[in-house]
C-alpha cells in the first residue's frame, strides 16, 4: 500500500483510458458533422488485429500503429460508401460494420492466438517522470498517451476556433442549410467519417501492441461501444470524453485491484466487472443532465441521411 | 456600388423549364431584372415560383432555358457559383444554424479569413446602415424570428449581392417590422442592387416593387407594373378569375363558453421554448375568437396545452364545454367535441405515409368508422371522397399517400377532415399557411360558416390580414403572456401591431423583451 500503490493506479487508469479518449473523440468528430457511426467495436477490433499483425511480422511497433491507422480508414470508408453514397441506414450499416468488423478481426487473427510481442519502452519526459504519485502515470508513458492528449485540444481547437471545424458543426447541425449555403455535405461527412476510422485504428492499435500486448479474440471488448456512448453522455465535448474515459479506465483498475488483492468481499466478481461501465454511465449522466446543454451540444442532424434537392 | 444608366439586365431568364415525374413545375419561364429594379415574383402555392427561385440560385437545375447575367450567358450548377456571381438569397425557411452565434453564421457564408471579431464589426457596420439591429455575439435559437431574418439579409448583404432573392419575406413579420423592412429593401435597391420579391400578398407588391411577373401553374400569365393595378386585377392575373370575398356575419350573441383556459402557467424545459404564465381565454359557441403573435412567442406551448399534447397538473386550467380537462389526453377531449389542426401538416396533422382514408380514420374515426373494434373501410373512404371533393382536394384519390399532396392541398385536406366532424369547438393554427389564395379564401369561408352554425373556433395565426378578415375577437400573444380581448370592429392592425410586441396597457410586467421582430 501507500504512495507506490496509489501511483500504479493511477498510471494504469491512465493506460486504461487511452484507446477510449482516441476512439470517442475521432467518433466525436464524425457525430458532430451529423454521422453516427455505430461500427467504432468493428473498427477497432480489425485495426488492432491488422497492427498486431503488421507489428509482429516487422518487429516495429510505429508500423503497427500505421496500419491499425490504415484498416480504420478502410472500414469507415465502407462505411461511408454505405451510408454516405448509397444514402443506406446509418445505424443499420453502423451495427453491421461493428459485427463484420468484429468477426473479421477473430478470422485474421486466427494465426495470432495468443502470440506475444514484446512491450514497447515507454518515453520518459526527463526529471518530470520522477515526480512522486503522478509521475509515472503523466510523464512515464506510452507515445500514445501523450498523443490521446493533444488530440483532446487538438479536436477542441479545431471544431471551436477554426472555420473547417464551424462548418463541420454547421454540417451536422442543419445539412439542408449548409447546402443552400454552398458547402459539400457529403465530401464533409466522408472527411469526418475517415477520421473517425482511423482514430478508432489506432485505438485498436493502442490495444494490441501496447496495452496487452497481445491478440486475443474479442480483447476489444466492448470499448468502442463505450467509447460512443462516451461521447453521448459527454455531451460531445471533448474535455468531457476525456472524464469519461479516466473514469472509466479508474474504475476498470480499481475493480480488477480490489478482485486481485485477495481481500474477501461478499460481492460477486460479475458484479465487479460490471461496475466500471455503470459508474461511467452514471457519471456521466448526472454531469450532463442539463437539457440546454444537450440541445446545444448534440449535432441536430445525427444520423439522418442527407438528400440534396434534384 | 454605382450603376451605369446603359446597363444590360442584371438577369435575363428564356424558356425556363421544370419537369418534375408528377407535375411541370416551370413551363417556359421569362424574367428579366435590371440593375436596381425590385421586381415580384407572384403567383399561388404551387405555381412554380420557389421553383424558379430555386433554378436561379443554382440548388435546382433546369431541364431547358437559359439563364444571362449582366449579358452574358451563364450555368449555375451550385448555389457556391450563384454566389460567386453575386447573387444572394433570404430562404422563407431561414437557413441558419440555431446552436451558432450570429458571428459564426455569417463567417459560414463568407469567404476568405477566419477572423470573427472583424467580421463582429462588419455586421455592425452594416446593419447600422441599413437600420437591420442584431448583435453578432448571440446564439441563433435565442433571436426572434423576425431577427433571424435580419441575420439572413446581414449576411447575403455581406457578400455585396448584385440580386437579392427574397422568399415570402413577411410572412413572418409584424406590420412595424415590415415597414423597416421596405426601407431597408428600397435603400438597396437605390445602390443598383437588383431584388426578386416573391410574394402572394398584393398590397405590398403594390407598395413595394416596380415590375411584377405573374405565375400560374408553371407558366407566366402576364407581367405587369403594380402601381398601375389594383389589387382586385392582380388577383385575377394570378388565380384566373375573381376573388370570391368573404362575408362576415353579425357578431355572435354570446353562445355558452366551450373553451375557458385559466391562469394557465405552464413552465417549459425546452431551451428554445417559451413559459405560459397567467393566460386566461374564454371562446363561446359562434364566435371565432382569434390569437395574433409573432410566432416563438408561446403559440406551440399554449396549442400543446389545449391540444392535450401536454396534459396539465392544474385540471381547471383548460376546460372544455365545463368539463375540466387539464390532465386529459388529446382522445379524451376529441370525445368531448374538440377537433384540432395544427401547424405542421405532415407528421403531426397527419401521417405522410400513410394514405388518405388511413388519416381520415386516425380523427374521425367516431363517425362510425368502427364496428367492435374492426375498421368499416367503406364508410372511411366514403368521408375521405367526400373530404376530397367538398374540399376541392387535388390528389390521386382516396388512396394516395398523404405526403404526395402538396403542402396547400394537405392542409385542406385536414381542415375538411376536422371541420366534418362536426366539431363544438374547434382548434386550428395557421390555418392558411402556404395555402394558395383560392384556397385560403375558401378555408375562411367554410369557418365562418361553421361559425354560423354555433361552432366555437380559435385560430392561431401569424397573419393578422387573416385574422382581421374572420375573427369576432382578437387577443394577442407575447412572450408567453395573452392580451385583453379585442372585438375586431374596434382595432385595427396598428393597434394590434404595437400589441405584438408586448406593449399593451397594463401589460402586467415588461420584464424580459418579448419576441420583437
Redesign the interface.
Known amino acids: 500500500m501507500g504512495l507506490n500503490f496509489i501511483s500504479s493506479i493511477l498510471f494504469a487508469t491512465v493506460v486504461a483510458g487511452t484507446p477510449l479518449i482516441i476512439v470517442a473523440l475521432g467518433e466525436l468528430v464524425t457525430e458532430k458533422a451529423g454521422v453516427l457511426n455505430l461500427g467504432a467495436e468493428g473498427t477497432m477490433s480489425v485495426g488492432a488485429v491488422a497492427a498486431f499483425a503488421v507489428a509482429h511480422h516487422t518487429g516495429n511497433p510505429f508500423l503497427g500503429i500505421l496500419a491499425g491507422m490504415g484498416a480504420g480508414i478502410l472500414m469507415s470508408l465502407l462505411f461511408g460508401i454505405s451510408a454516405l453514397t448509397l444514402m443506406a441506414n446509418q445505424v443499420a450499416s453502423g451495427l453491421a460494420l461493428s459485427i463484420f468488423g468484429v468477426g473479421l478481426s477473430a478470422f485474421i487473427g486466427k494465426p495470432y492466438e495468443s502470440v506475444a510481442l514484446a512491450s514497447v519502452e515507454p518515453i520518459r519526459i526527463p526529471l518530470l517522470h520522477k515526480i512522486p504519485l503522478f509521475g509515472p502515470a503523466l510523464f512515464e508513458q506510452q507515445g500514445l498517451v501523450y498523443f490521446s492528449w493533444v488530440l483532446i485540444v487538438a479536436v477542441a481547437w479545431f471544431l471551436y476556433r477554426?472555420?473547417a471545424g464551424?462548418?463541420l458543426?454547421?454540417v451536422g447541425?442543419?445539412p439542408?442549410?449548409?447546402?443552400?449555403?454552398?458547402?459539400g455535405v457529403v465530401r464533409i461527412r466522408y472527411q469526418a467519417v475517415l477520421f473517425g476510422g482511423a482514430m478508432a485504428g489506432i485505438g485498436g492499435a493502442f490495444m494490441s501492441v501496447f496495452y496487452t500486448p497481445m491478440w486475443v479474440e474479442g480483447m476489444v471488448a466492448g470499448r468502442g461501444w463505450i467509447a460512443l456512448s462516451l461521447v453521448v453522455f459527454a455531451t460531445w465535448r471533448p474535455a468531457r470524453v476525456m472524464i469519461g474515459a479516466y473514469l472509466f479506465g479508474g474504475c476498470m483498475i480499481a475493480q480488477m485491484f480490489v478482485q486481485g488483492s485477495g481481500v474477501r468481499i461478499n460481492i460477486p466478481a460479475q458484479f465487479l466487472s460490471a461496475m466500471p461501465y455503470a459508474a461511467t454511465v452514471l457519471v456521466l449522466v448526472l454531469i450532463s443532465r442539463n437539457?440546454?446543454t444537450i440541445?446545444?451540444?448534440s449535432p441536430?442532424s445525427l444520423g439522418q441521411t442527407f438528400l440534396p434537392?434534384? | 456600388m454605382p450603376t451605369e444608366t446603359p446597363a444590360p439586365p442584371r438577369l435575363e431568364i428564356k424558356g425556363i423549364r421544370k419537369v418534375y415525374p408528377s407535375v411541370i413545375a416551370n413551363d417556359g419561364i421569362d424574367l428579366t431584372v435590371m440593375p436596381g429594379e425590385i421586381h415580384a415574383v407572384l403567383g399561388e402555392n404551387g405555381a412554380g415560383k420557389s421553383t424558379l427561385m430555386k433554378v436561379i440560385y443554382g440548388v435546382i437545375r433546369p431541364d431547358e432555358g437559359e439563364l444571362r447575367w449582366e449579358g452574358q450567358p451563364v450555368t449555375i450548377p451550385s448555389p457556391g457559383q450563384a454566389r460567386d456571381l453575386g447573387i444572394g438569397m433570404v430562404f422563407q425557411h431561414f437557413s441558419l444554424f440555431e446552436t451558432l452565434s450570429v458571428v459564426q453564421n455569417v463567417a459560414l457564408a463568407i469567404p476568405g479569413e477566419f477572423d470573427l471579431p472583424a467580421l463582429s464589426k462588419r455586421i455592425e457596420e452594416v446593419s447600422t446602415r441599413y437600420g437591420l439591429p442584431v448583435d453578432p455575439r448571440r446564439l441563433v435559437h435565442a433571436l426572434s424570428v423576425g431577427e433571424r431574418q435580419r441575420v439572413e439579409i446581414i449576411r447575403c448583404l455581406l457578400q455585396n449581392p448584385r440580386l437579392l432573392i427574397l422568399d415570402e419575406p413577411t410572412s413572418v413579420l409584424t406590420p412595424q417590422a415590415v415597414r423597416k423592412l421596405f426601407e431597408t429593401l428600397r435603400q438597396l435597391a437605390s445602390e443598383g442592387v437588383s431584388i426578386l420579391y416573391i410574394s402572394h400578398k398584393l398590397d405590398e407588391i403594390q407598395e413595394l416593387c416596380h415590375k411584377a411577373t405573374v405565375l400560374r401553374n408553371g407558366k407566366v400569365t402576364g407581367t405587369c407594373t403594380p402601381s398601375q393595378e389594383t389589387p382586385k386585377t392582380m388577383a385575377r392575373m394570378m388565380i384566373g378569375e375573381d376573388l370570391p370575398v368573404c362575408h362576415h356575419g353579425e357578431p355572435g350573441d354570446g353562445g355558452e363558453v366551450r373553451l375557458r383556459i385559466e391562469r394557465l402557467s405552464q413552465p417549459t424545459e425546452d431551451p428554445f421554448g417559451t413559459h405560459l404564465h397567467g393566460i386566461n381565454l374564454e371562446v363561446r359557441a359562434g364566435e371565432i375568437v382569434g390569437i395574433a403573435g409573432v410566432s416563438g412567442n408561446g403559440q406551440q406551448e399554449l396549442l400543446r396545452a389545449i391540444s392535450g399534447e401536454e396534459p396539465l397538473a392544474d385540471h381547471q386550467a383548460v376546460q372544455m364545454c365545463g368539463v375540466p380537462v387539464g390532465h386529459f389526453t388529446p382522445t379524451r377531449r376529441r370525445a368531448l367535441g374538440m377537433c384540432f389542426v395544427p401547424e405542421e401538416r405532415l407528421g403531426r396533422g397527419a401521417v405522410p405515409r400513410l394514405t388518405l382514408t388511413e388519416n381520415i380514420l386516425l380523427t374521425a374515426y367516431r363517425k362510425g368508422m368502427l364496428f367492435s373494434g374492426l375498421i368499416k373501410w367503406g364508410v372511411a373512404k366514403k368521408f375521405a371522397e367526400d373530404c376530397i371533393a367538398r374540399f376541392d382536394v387535388k390528389c390521386g384519390g382516396a388512396n394516395s399517400e398523404a405526403k404526395s399532396l402538396s403542402g396547400g392541398n394537405l392542409q385542406k385536406f385536414i381542415v375538411g377532415r376536422e371541420i366534418m366532424q362536426e366539431p363544438r369547438l374547434l382548434v386550428l393554427a395557421q390555418p392558411t399557411w402556404g395555402v394558395d389564395v383560392g384556397a385560403s379564401s375558401f378555408i375562411r369561408r367554410t369557418l365562418l360558416d361553421l361559425r354560423n352554425s354555433g361552432t366555437a373556433i380559435l385560430v392561431i395565426s401569424e397573419e393578422l390580414e387573416e385574422l382581421f378578415e374572420i375573427c369576432d375577437r382578437i387577443v394577442v400573444i407575447a412572450k408567453g403572456t395573452l392580451s385583453p380581448s379585442k372585438v375586431t370592429s374596434e382595432t385595427g392592425v396598428e393597434e394590434i401591431g404595437i400589441w405584438m410586441s408586448g406593449m399593451w396597457p397594463d401589460a402586467e410586467k415588461p420584464g424580459d423583451a418579448p419576441h420583437v421582430a
Do not use: C, F, P
Open positions: 477554426t472555420k464551424l462548418v458543426r454547421a447541425e442543419s439542408v442549410s449548409a447546402h443552400s449555403i454552398g458547402y437539457r440546454g440541445r446545444l451540444n441536430a434537392d434534384a
